[in-house]
């Protein structure tokens, strides 16, 4: 197994005076305060503000400074758009980048950090701000409307291996049962394992989380009950026990296809994305995701911690 | 039967065949082939025609499908002791086994390349698929051990090429190593498209060339393969885009002997039956034949329920360590004490237990009747007189069904006094002779089970579905939904200190229980996520509702109604969508023939609520009476729109069913206006 856990990782308190500059501060625009406060807060030359069509905004509460919209509805097509509209910059020679995921799609949030360091971005950092609580708690509904489609997240689509008989699906389980239930029955053939985040983002949400997957628990079949743990912000410590639970598959049984289904926090998601290009690139691996139609725009309130990420692909790659 | 092993092991805790490793597919089946020409399928996949195995999650598609696959084939022949080619030419069949999900099919569109595009590749990508697997069972035949051979028969397969690859040598290995080199070509190509922005391939091979020659090749070189068909299994169909499905739809409509498909799908997997073929339709019966297997199962109810017996007892063989000999375990399975029953029977001791120690006229059902009847203005002596003509202390069965007779009288009209007068009669002479015959016993008879369902509800009893004869017929033809009702029945009475197939009969609760958790989990598993999902239980809601109140009304209009008919041309294209889906779901089975309209003499579709869904709403498992809806009637009940028009229609449903004015206009409170109608 590979160990992340020495590349650096910071906390940030939003009380602080923050010094640190970069070129470009990239972010997902949702109305939600962790999202608008870091915003406000970073120090960066250009900020950009990415707007997701998923969820849905009106005209009125759009943020004011530079934006990027797109009426592309994948994940590659509207990465590449913002490439091609801002290749001057994100291109150019030891630039400074940090991007905000918190308010990011996650499929748009894997492709454009794979596309980043595939055309060179070969060092940036990440933001991953915490709320103070979901709305809705246990039954908090990120996705709205009914999953279209779970397919590959593109970027993510490995080989394929013909013998399917000892495919594996590792879930990293949030908070929607139903997200769980549509990506278990898409590998419905597929051993699968489950992945909580433990420690959890507040003390109560691992509860609620272990809840909800308590209730996708027929989907899941056996693997529902063998679960494994992640700390909910740590990308770091989540790509390590990825690394882990793959080996032991293979050695219990070698992984004929890996899919990786990351449906937690971002941070975690961070932490799959990571795993995938360090060590699946080659393989028959992919990472799966349920799409939805849309997403709700205001899930959290408050905000707790912030942590910066720093990816150096040139040292994991 | 000796204790289990373990207070943990729940026999039925694995309920998906993806869950059971080939040891278990193989040790687990059950055969279900018999005289019954709807049932030959399951005995001979042999059969040339191309198939497309259809049933609803859980009903054994992929259990059956991979019984047939040639991993199972040579396990059989290892257990046996046959020679592999043997037993391919005893069976007449060579199984290939795939899942359509293992494609990840939905890469195969979009990323700025046109889907003629797509559409050439998916096919090829398939043709290397397949190819893979019949070389891999190709050299487990022992076919290319011999070098000269191997060299003539690749040399045979490379001619099917459009343009042939060079081999290092001309074996069938390397043939499998190259094929296996350009599908992750292909791969890398397809995968990488979205950064690359091109896509461009080289087809090497014509549709269907390796597909169905390299069995050509194999059948004329090989005596043994003479006829034996090779047959592609491909599950999981609903996994592909509507443009794949064309391709496959290709595929069966052009296959070639000694070839032919075998097609596992959901029941709302099919998207299409159109093939590439100047977009020609495949027709069943012609170019396909299919195996409804969960309907099949429903209505060949028998040897459903020969079959489920079977499949427990080896799960019960397996998980207790008892023989798997057909005959000891038959003698070592009790079914009668296995499960605590009621009997339901109108004299029984168990439903007088009901209202145990309570008088007749304080019963339930009579200070309900009294009330009604005072609403009616007649006055206490002639209530009381009443409800004595139709008390009969030792048989609340037959007062429950005396009620009901008065209340069909009122209805037409009859006077209330005057009728429970007949009524008495009629009871004391069925409790007398207990004649299966005439209206008191044909009443009876009719309304048993919803009469029964209201004396338990009216005493705070629970509704009984009770024995292994009930959770069968509530499995619908789904052995996955039996072996869940099993497993949480299981669960409950471990819960409750029971000893389970061993020391103990399960407990009525514990089987109470583990048949609502059952219905709870069908109704949240079947369902399709997002806006539909929510439409087709809104109206599956609404339908449970409306026969919920028609069995525990005064009078039900229907007995045991759980089914409906409605005139398909009449109603909306939004309702008959939820309707459609709803069925694809299995929340709703199509009863086949459907039901002829009395005056019209149109056939009128016709359904019934899943039975696994009855437990939730208290409904009957058994299905009797039909209701036959308008058109009007099934637009409100499916259209998710018509909310408000359903709570109207609702209230109108149910006072037609409730005493004393049955839906009539309430006449005024006075004796005078209630006698001039009803007295």
């Not at chain 1, 910066?308 to 994991?316: A, G, H």
């Not at chain 2, 008495?424 to 029964?452: F, M, P, V």
């Amino acid at each position: 197994m590979k160990d992340y856990t020495y590349l650096y990782k910071d906390e940030l308190l939003i009380s602080d005076n923050w010094t640190e500059e970069w070129d470009l501060f990239i972010s997902g625009f949702n109305s939600t305060t962790r999202v608008n406060a870091v915003f406000d807060k970073i120090n960066a030359q250009v900020k950009h503000w990415l707007i997701h069509n998923e969820y849905d905004f009106g005209g009125a509460s759009m943020p004011s400074g530079e934006r990027f919209e797109s009426t592309a509805t994948e994940e590659a097509a509207y990465v590449l758009e913002y490439f091609d509209r801002y290749r001057a910059i994100l291109t150019s020679s030891n630039i400074k980048i940090c991007i905000d995921i918190t308010g990011m799609m996650r499929p748009h949030m894997m492709f454009l950090i794979n596309l980043l360091m595939r055309r060179g971005v070969t060092k940036f950092d990440v933001i991953y701000s915490e709320p103070a609580f979901y709305v809705h708690r246990e039954r908090t509904n990120f996705s709205q409307g009914f999953v279209h489609a779970v397919r590959q997240v593109a970027g993510f689509e490995g080989a394929v291996n013909n013998d399917t008989s000892g495919d594996l699906l590792i879930i990293g389980a949030g908070y929607e049962s139903q997200l769980i239930e549509e990506v278990a029955d898409d590998k419905d053939k597929a051993r699968k394992l489950v992945l909580l985040g433990l420690p959890s983002l507040r003390a109560d949400m691992y509860q609620q989380n272990a809840i909800r997957t308590h209730l996708a628990g027929d989907a899941l079949g056996d693997g529902g009950s063998r679960r494994h743990f992640a700390p909910a912000s740590d990308p770091f410590v989540t790509a390590s026990v990825l690394s882990a639970m793959v080996q032991r598959e293979n050695r219990l049984r070698p992984v004929t296809n890996l899919y990786l289904s990351p449906l937690a926090t971002k941070a975690q998601a961070l932490g799959f994305v990571l795993f995938y290009i360090t060590e699946c690139a080659v393989d028959c691996a992919s990472i799966i995701f349920p799409f939805s139609e849309r997403y709700a725009n205001e899930t959290s309130g408050g905000i707790s911690r912030v942590w910066k990420y720093r990816l150096e692909f040139p040292i994991v790659c | 039967m000796e204790k289990p092993p373990s207070r943990h092991v729940n026999p039925f805790g694995i309920t998906k065949a993806v869950d059971l490793n080939d040891d278990q597919i193989q040790s687990l089946w059950v055969n279900v082939s018999g005289n019954a020409e709807e049932f030959a399928e399951f005995a001979r996949p042999a059969s040339p025609m191309p198939t497309f195995i259809l049933g609803a999650k859980g009903s054994g598609k992929t259990h059956l499908m991979r019984y047939h696959a040639f991993e199972l084939q040579k396990l059989r022949y290892r257990q046996s002791g046959t020679e592999v080619r043997k037993g391919v030419a005893r069976d007449g069949y060579v199984g290939i086994y795939m899942r359509c999900s293992g494609l990840n099919s939905g890469r195969f569109s979009g990323k700025r390349q046109s889907e003629d595009k797509w559409s050439a590749i998916f096919s090829y990508y398939i043709e290397l698929w397949l190819t893979q697997h019949l070389l891999s069972a190709t050299q487990e035949l022992g076919i290319g051990g011999d070098a000269e051979e191997s060299a003539q028969i690749c040399a045979e397969i490379l001619g099917l090429f459009d343009k042939p690859p060079v081999l290092p040598a001309l074996t069938i290995g390397n043939l499998a190593t190259e094929i296996r080199s350009m599908q992750r070509k292909l791969d890398y190509a397809v995968n990488n498209c979205v950064m690359t922005g091109s896509l461009d391939v080289e087809i090497l091979i014509t549709r269907g060339q390796l597909i169905f020659g390299i069995p050509k090749i194999l059948s004329n070189r090989f005596e043994f393969l003479r006829d034996v068909m090779f047959v592609y299994s491909l599950d999981e169909f609903e996994n592909l885009t509507i443009e794949q499905q064309k391709f496959v739809n290709t595929l069966v409509r052009e296959k070639e002997l000694p070839t032919t498909l075998r097609i596992g799908s959901r029941l709302y997997g099919i998207k299409t039956a159109t093939t590439e073929s100047a977009g020609e339709e495949n027709l069943r019966d012609s170019e396909f034949e299919t195996l409804p297997i969960d309907q099949l199962f429903r209505q060949h109810k028998t040897r459903y329920q020969q079959f489920a017996k079977s499949l427990i007892e080896k799960r019960l063989a397996a998980a207790y360590g008892v023989t798997d000999n057909a005959e000891e375990r038959a003698n070592l399975v009790n079914w009668s004490r296995f499960f605590e029953t009621l009997n339901d029977e109108w004299n029984s001791g168990d439903l007088l237990g009901l209202v145990a120690g309570v008088p007749s006229k304080d019963r339930r059902h009579f200070v309900v009747a009294s009330v009604k009847l005072s609403d009616l203005g007649l006055a206490k002596g002639q209530i009381d007189s009443i409800i004595k003509l139709l008390s009969a202390e030792k048989y609340p069965l037959l007062e429950k069904n005396n009620l009901l007779l008065l209340y069909q009288d009122m209805h037409r009209g009859k006077n209330a006094i005057e009728s429970a007068s007949e009524i008495s009669k009629l009871c004391s002479s069925y409790i007398e002779n207990g004649a299966r015959r005439g209206r008191y016993w044909s009443n009876l008879d009719h309304y048993k089970t919803d009469l029964l369902a209201q004396l338990n509800k009216e005493n705070d009893g629970k509704q009984q579905y009770l024995g292994i004869e009930n959770f069968i017929t509530m499995s619908a033809g789904l052995p996955r939904a039996l072996l869940t009702i099993l497993r949480s029945v299981y669960d409950w009475s471990q819960f409750r200190g029971e000893s389970p197939f061993a020391r103990d009969v399960i407990s009525k609760e514990a089987q109470w229980r583990g048949v609502k958790d059952a219905s709870d989990w069908f109704y949240e598993n079947m369902r399709k996520a997002g806006q539909d999902g929510i439409a087709i239980q809104t109206a599956i809601e609404r339908l449970a509702r409306l026969f919920r109140i028609n069995r525990f009304a005064d009078k039900p209009t229907e007995c045991s109604l759980i089914a409906f008919s409605f005139p398909e041309q009449d109603v909306s294209p939004q309702a008959m969508h939820i309707l459609r889906l709803a069925e694809s779901r299995s929340f709703l089975n199509r009863i086949p023939g459907g039901q002829r309209d009395k005056n019209s003499e149109r056939v009128l579709m016709k359904f019934q609520l899943n039975n696994m869904l009855s437990p939730r709403w208290d409904l009957p498992l058994g299905r009797r009476g039909t209701y036959g809806f308008t058109a009007a009637e099934i637009d409100i009940i499916f259209d998710p729109t018509k909310a408000e028009e359903f709570e109207v229609f609702l209230l109108d449903w149910s006072a037609r069913r409730t005493a004393p004015f049955f839906g009539k206009q309430k006449l005024p409170n006075s004796e005078d206006g209630a006698q001039q109608v009803l007295l």
